[in-house]
């Protein structure tokens, strides 16, 4: 052993000694967060793994940035058998693989470090510029660590550069050429150095490189770059693609004896997991860049929730820690104190979330976003009964009357007066059955454009000989609006009696033509006991056309262009992407689908989500507006939407915008195309 | 300070009544029960009172049924400290009747305040708090739609018929709260929590002669269906001769 | 045969309608019990009594005039505690008094004094025996309910509106009265009187509302609904969330689910389709008119009376026959 192992080995022992506590104390402050867990389904959980975290399928949803991380990614991957043979170097100089590997391995190995240098070195140079230069907007905005990425990237391009430079001053001092691809056209660049001077510069560039190395080790448990260690781990433990009900909020146990804390007001009372979740974010600006909000100027944005979180965890663990159970000062006591919600978190943000989840969608470590503000929602109405004036209205009608309007039950089924159409109780009253229940919701009972959609759609069932029934005055809501409001226990009480109201009947088929109450019943309901085959009506409609159930007049008509207007918890919440599109080729052979910019799981909320409908939307631009022109910018002759919350905002939306472009429902469409004769027959 | 409000268990409106068989109730069946909206903003006014003054006690009493606990329980997890049940075996159409009840209860409390709604709607009766007032000789302040106490006074603004009237009062006092003052809060689930573990009394309602009887209830007629006037201005004398005669509201 | 008080209710020194209705109301209940006679109370401060004769020209056998400057404004202790005074007196079986905010204030007060029953905002009456048959409206008026009273002196108020003044003269006799209290020492001090006017009543307090959408086109044409509600006096002005969305009226103006929730006597909606979150802050008012060029706008669904026609033709119009309706009284 040389002098020069002995002092590498000291470096690295103090370098590996650092970083083993920096990872301590990062897995003990997890430990504030709650417990969960998260290790059930292996399997979908590696599959995540290897598809969003190794291949890397949610990052290259940018093309072009994507692909550049990617190469990064996958070339640390590569390079990282090398940097093992480096620091192997440092105890054993001139250590090689080649000793142990047989030349038909060792050979690709070789070949492998030169490329990736290079391919690492190619997007660094790639991101570096962006950074600087082109500064897209998702970098911009938020007060993020801007400055660390240009280090991290610097401090890359130097591991490359440095990783290089040995290799090609090793080849000038008589290293072997095979494979050697890259740093032999390098040596020949530096053939002017003498062989001593290349012996010198080639311990210099691997003392810089290990190193530095083992600095950047360390440089990561307190940089936002955390996420090069804890991102892949991160999409193992995450839920946002499955195992679990996508989109389905979490459960949450209101009968819990001594239960003291609904909801999140700091980080104590997340999960583990959401607290991973900030150590996993680098701040990419993704999520912030497709989030309805933040588009149209709210204060919210999705990644200063996650930066905000780890911030908090940061600034009280550390209180802690200093603390080790000694009496906190005045000082220190106001730091405590201090919760995410309302020090870091403003509840203006939260409210102005519309959950259309584009902020977990885009996510390429699979970061959930949504499930903060949720539980920070669910603190401030069951904790603190706070929430804007305009909610309560809302709330109030739900829990009076079953529906977040003050109507009364009576009139639910006012649309249905002369259809014919049973209600389940008439049904049982004369020992008979429905195949199937229409759950008519609370918009397409009383709003009175949303009940033409109802008759529509009524109509198309009725053309099919579908047998079907409605509850009538027996419906009430399910409770979804109050559970995305955060009054889980107003939904609660209202989806149970749903419940009741559906086995009574023994009901196991569900059709509706709105999403939130197909999401909500279909998803959310078997969380509460109540599993239910709940189809949403463009799946429906698509199912009866293709069976040639329903009899259309397919020939006749205009040559129309139509936009689609994707709904969020019918696309990125329940991937039904395709099934509106199809109905409307199948009812209008002859029409032009027409897709606006951000469309199916890239599509853009109209603004009513999250309990928006109720809300008032005073900052910024207003959602539906930003959503209405740019379908209206698709030159379409009419806009197709297939959620009775959509129909309002983006008909208020193209109103606003002085146009008269019809919006219609699918159904609407496709009961227009309905033969006459067999309306009658039915 | 010391407050009391008086609260009635009503159903919630958005319904069609069904009238029983024999003609004189409300059929009860599919009906909800809420606090009446105007004992809520009431309730709202008292804990706001309180939260300003840092310190008091308020009592929540209520005169009904044993279903009205439920009601009672509703104002005490929006915060109320107590609540008193007067117990009655039907509902009490005399509105004399329930303000002597109410009294009884009131009249050794040594409230600062006693706040009404400034009508229940479902009785529509209108009369409790004012002559709780008489039988208690106290100050007597309707229709309040705005408040302050100050130093064993209070202010407030009574909304009339299209006209609002400023005034003075001192404490103690009876105060029937009008919609406009606030907008109540909705109870936490921490605050439901809270509230089983309130005291709530319950005792008989000492109602005495019972002097109005429902003697009928019934529905009134439908609404008509709107009627179209006209597609221009030539329709104005007849919807102002309309608004005279027939909805007479002009 | 007994006979009857009534309270006549003044606002600023004049008789109201709802006074004379009351004496209306007083005279068919003396005549149903068998022609007794109907004493008029008319309180306010000196001069009042120039008033006194319309009060005969209705039905008044006699007027008892309550003249004190402490009576200019409406003086609920001092009012109820004469009148129980001259209730106990044993002439009277019946006390009448308007259905209004002030009848209503003072009507439970003088029950409670006397300790007798009463009927509020009855809607009609019959007697039957020694009993008093009144139908009142319950469960917002969703229900009618008839109630019976039977008390030595029964105590009821009157719906405005609910019966028609009608001229039953009789000879103008006065009598003095003196107050039973010193209306000067009431507790409850009145320092302000505000009246309306178009912008100063409150959405949650105006019986009658002008509310504009978005077919006003314009923030300046909600001039057009301010000029509507200053001729009736007692109105305010409300609007759309799509109007204060658009910043053509402030938030405040908000009517519907998250605006303000409002059920005046009289609701007049101005270029408004009836989106259900309007609806549903304005469903419950009792009287309500839409104006709207669509005809198939929802609004014109729970409309009792429609036009359906350009607002900037019909609102002046409307305006004209308004100011020209309460001009002749």
Not at chain 1, 77 to 82: A, E, F, M, Y
Not at chain 3, 53 to 67: N, R
């Amino acid at each position: 052993m040389t002098l020069s192992n002995g002092v590498f080995a000291v470096i690295f022992v103090v370098a590996m000694a650092f970083f083993a506590r920096s990872a301590r104390r990062l897995n003990r402050w997890l430990k504030i967060g709650k417990p969960e867990v998260r290790t059930d389904h292996a399997d979908i959980r590696t599959k995540n793994f290897l598809l969003i975290g190794i291949a890397q399928t949610k990052i290259l949803r940018d093309p072009i940035g994507g692909m550049m991380h990617a190469l990064v990614f996958w070339g640390f991957c590569v390079l990282g058998l090398g940097t093992l043979e480096i620091m192997i170097q440092g105890f054993v100089t001139g250590f090689s693989y080649d000793w142990l590997l047989p030349r038909f391995l060792y050979l690709p190995y070789v070949v492998s470090q030169e490329l990736f240098a290079v391919f690492v070195l190619i997007p660094v140079a790639f991101l570096l510029y962006r950074r600087l230069v082109i500064k897209p907007a998702r970098f911009r905005g938020d007060p993020v660590h801007g400055g660390d990425a240009v280090f991290i990237l610097s401090m890359i391009a130097a591991l490359m550069v440095s990783l290089l430079l040995l290799f090609a001053m090793e080849i000038r001092v008589g290293a072997s050429t095979d494979g050697r691809v890259i740093s032999s056209m390098l040596a020949s660049l530096f053939s002017g150095v003498s062989v001593e001077s290349a012996h010198v510069i080639a311990r210099s560039a691997w003392w810089f490189h290990a190193v530095l190395i083992l600095y950047f080790l360390n440089h990561l448990p307190g940089s936002k770059h955390l996420h090069v260690l804890t991102s892949l781990i991160n999409v193992w433990f995450s839920n946002t693609s499955g195992p679990g009900t996508v989109g389905a909020m979490r459960p949450m146990d209101l009968e819990a004896e001594n239960a003291e804390q609904f909801g999140a007001s700091d980080v104590e009372h997340l999960s583990w997991k959401n607290l991973l979740d900030g150590y996993s974010c680098t701040e990419c600006g993704r999520c912030t860049a497709a989030c309805p909000a933040n588009i149209t100027g709210k204060t919210l944005s999705p990644r200063m929730i996650v930066v905000k979180t780890r911030a908090r965890l940061t600034e009280k663990a550390s209180m802690l820690d200093l603390l080790a159970g000694a009496e906190p000062n005045a000082e220190q006591v106001a730091v405590l104190d201090r919760k995410l919600l309302d020090g870091w978190i403003t509840e203006e943000e939260l409210w102005a979330c519309t959950s259309c989840r584009a902020c977990v969608q885009e996510c390429p470590v699979s970061i959930d976003q949504l499930d903060i503000i949720n539980e920070l929602r669910r603190d401030l109405v069951l904790m603190e009964s706070r929430f804007p004036d305009e909610l309560q209205p809302a709330l109030q009608s739900l829990e009076r009357n079953g529906s977040p309007w003050a109507f009364s039950p009576s009139d639910r089924e006012q649309w249905a007066e002369g259809m014919d159409i049973p209600t389940m109780a008439e049904l049982a009253s004369r020992d008979e059955k429905a195949d199937i229940l229409f759950w008519v919701g609370c918009m397409g009972s009383f709003d009175d454009r949303a009940k033409k959609i109802t008759v529509a759609f009524a109509r198309i069932l009725q053309a099919a000989n579908v047998k079907f029934a409605i509850l009538g005055q027996e419906e009430t809501c399910h409770g979804d609006p109050a559970r995305r409001m955060g009054n889980e226990y107003l939904y609660q009480m209202l989806a149970k009696g749903v419940i009741e109201t559906l086995n009574g009947y023994a009901i196991s088929t569900i059709v509706t033509f709105c999403p939130h109450c197909f999401h909500q019943m279909g998803k959310e309901f078997p969380d509460l006991g109540g599993h239910y085959d709940v189809i949403h009506h463009t799946e429906y409609i698509e199912r009866l056309l293709s069976e040639g159930r329903v009899p259309l007049d397919t020939e006749h008509g205009q040559r129309l262009k139509i936009a689609y207007h994707d709904s969020c918890y019918l696309g990125r919440y329940n991937e039904i992407y395709d099934a509106p599109r199809t109905t409307l080729r199948k009812a209008l052979p002859i029409m032009e689908l027409v897709e606006p910019a951000r469309t199916k799981s890239r599509g853009l909320c109209c603004g009513a989500g999250g309990g928006r409908m109720w809300m008032e939307e005073t900052q910024g631009k207003r959602v539906n507006v930003e959503r209405s022109e740019e379908l209206l910018a698709t030159g379409a002759d009419q806009i197709a939407v297939a959620c009775p919350f959509c129909m309002t905002m983006i008909t208020d939306g193209v109103t606003g915008a002085g146009s008269s472009v019809p919006v219609l429902d699918i159904s609407e469409v496709v009961a227009s195309r309905l033969l006459p004769l067999a309306v009658a027959a039915s | 300070m010391k407050i009391a409000v008086c609260i009635k268990r009503v159903p919630v409106m958005e319904v069609k009544f069904v009238i029983t068989a024999d003609g004189t109730r409300v059929d009860e069946a599919g009906l909800k029960y809420d606090v009446n909206d105007f004992d809520l903003w009431a309730v709202e006014a008292a804990l706001q009172l309180k939260e300003k003054a840092g310190a008091g006690e308020i009592t929540v009493i209520s005169l009904g049924t044993d279903a009205a606990q439920e009601q009672i329980r509703k104002t005490m997890a929006m915060g109320a400290d107590r609540g008193v049940l007067l117990k009655s075996e039907s509902p009490i159409a005399d509105g004399l009747a329930v303000a002597r009840a109410l009294a009884a209860e009131l009249k050794d409390g040594g409230y600062d305040l006693i706040l009404f709604g400034r009508i229940a709607i479902d009785s529509m009766n209108q009369m409790t708090g004012p002559m709780v007032a008489e039988l208690l000789d106290l100050p007597c302040v309707t229709n309040v739609c705005k408040l302050e106490i100050a130093g064993g006074r209070g202010t407030a603004e009574r909304a009339l018929d299209g006209a609002i009237e400023e005034v003075e009062f001192p404490l103690p006092a009876v105060l029937t709260i009008d919609d406009g003052l606030n907008k109540e809060r909705l109870p936490s689930l921490k605050g439901i929590m809270a509230a089983k573990k309130k005291p709530l009394d319950i005792k008989p309602a000492q109602l005495g002669t019972v002097q109005v009887a429902v003697r009928k209830m019934e529905l009134p007629a439908e609404r008509a269906a709107g009627r179209i006037l006209g597609d221009s201005a030539a329709a104005v004398p007849e919807l102002v001769r309309l608004l005279q005669t027939e909805a007479k509201v002009l | 045969m007994a006979n009857v008080l009534v309270f006549a209710e003044t606002r600023g020194g004049e008789l109201r309608k709802v006074a004379l209705e009351a004496v209306t109301a007083a005279r068919k209940l003396a005549e149903l019990s068998g022609g007794g006679s109907v004493h008029a109370v008319l309180a306010g401060s000196a001069g009042i009594g120039d008033k006194a004769g319309t009060l005969a020209e209705y039905g008044a056998d006699s007027v008892l005039l309550l003249e004190h400057a402490g009576f200019a404004q409406y003086n609920p202790e001092a009012l109820a505690a004469t009148l129980a005074e001259k209730l106990r007196s044993g002439t009277y079986a019946f006390a009448v008094f308007s259905g209004t905010a002030q009848g209503r204030d003072l009507s439970p007060r003088v029950a409670a004094k006397l300790g007798t029953g009463l009927i509020p905002d009855a809607t009609g009456f019959v007697l039957d025996g020694g009993a008093l048959i009144a139908t009142h409206p319950n469960n917002n008026g969703k229900v009618i309910a008839t109630l019976g009273l039977t008390a030595p002196v029964a105590v009821i108020s009157v719906r405005p509106a609910a019966m028609q003044p009608a001229v039953a003269a009789r000879p103008l006799v006065t009598e003095a009265m003196t107050s039973a209290t010193d209306p000067s020492a009431s507790r409850v001090k009145i320092t302000a009187i505000r009246t309306g006017g178009a912008g100063k009543l409150d959405l949650g307090d105006a019986p009658v509302i002008v509310a504009g959408g978005r077919g006003l086109k314009a923030a300046e044409n909600f001039k057009l609904c301010d000029d509507l509600a200053d001729a009736f006096g007692n109105a305010a002005v409300g609007a759309t969330r799509a109007v204060t969305d658009e910043g053509w009226r402030p938030h405040s103006d908000q009517i519907g689910q998250t605006g303000r929730n409002v059920s005046p006597n009289l609701y007049i909606a101005v270029g408004i389709s009836g989106a259900i979150q309007h609806l549903a802050g304005m469903r419950t008012s009792k009287t309500i008119v839409a104006i709207n060029k669509d005809k198939d706008a929802p609004i014109f669904k729970v409309a009792d009376y429609g036009i359906v026609g350009d607002v900037f033709e019909i609102m002046p119009a409307l305006t004209a026959a308004v100011k020209a309706a309460k001009a002749q009284g």
